[in-house]
């Protein structure tokens, strides 16, 4: 049995990223975790010089993503859209590297990563799959135009290989 929170009710409600793309970090989460858009009570597209955000739902857990657009924010230092890119474009999960911005990731866990990787192979998204020191598999992908991670793990790969190299992360 869960244990009812001290304090909080649902005390894990939601995780907001901001992007520079709000409807390509939704269409991910549809066609990839499987989720659902939620009607937000923000705008979009954004009134000039406010803020827009698109949200989703993860079935059926109804944990929320929430991916804001501010534009405001793109005239201090590097923007999200410069950050995002550096990030990404500096990744390279198909050969299997692990670079330490990996670590900024949502990690979740699934009964099992095999629909995840269908889906991430079949919608041509780079991802990283690796094992961990205590069996568990971690899937690793990112949130487009975000430069942040979803971290998918599981004990079931739906035998896919995972990379062979130590990845003796922590483990949650």
């Not at 894990?12 to 009607?39: N, R, Y």
């Not at 010089?49 to 501010?70: A, E, R």
């Not at 094992?131 to 430069?147: K, N, R």
Request: charged share 15%.
């Amino acid at each position: 049995d869960d244990m009812p929170h001290p304090i909080y009710s649902y005390p894990w409600l939601k995780s907001t990223f901001m992007t520079a793309d709000p409807p390509a970090a939704v269409k991910f989460s549809i066609d990839v975790l499987g989720a659902q858009q939620l009607v937000s009570t923000f705008t979009w597209p954004p009134p000039e010089g406010s803020t827009g955000s698109l949200w989703v739902t993860l079935p059926p857990s109804g944990f929320q993503l929430h991916f804001p657009y501010s534009p405001q924010f793109e005239f201090e230092g590097p923007g999200v859209k410069e950050f995002a890119a550096a990030v990404e474009n500096s990744r390279n999960l198909e050969a299997g590297v692990f670079d330490g911005w990996l670590y900024e990731s949502l990690v979740l866990s699934v009964v099992s990563l095999a629909p995840f990787i269908e889906r991430l192979n079949r919608g041509a998204h780079s991802f990283l799959l690796t094992q961990l020191c205590d069996g568990e598999f971690a899937l690793f992908v990112d949130i487009p135009s975000t430069g942040i991670t979803i971290q998918l793990r599981s004990g079931d790969a739906g035998g896919a290989t995972p990379r062979a190299f130590d990845m003796c992360l922590e483990t949650f």
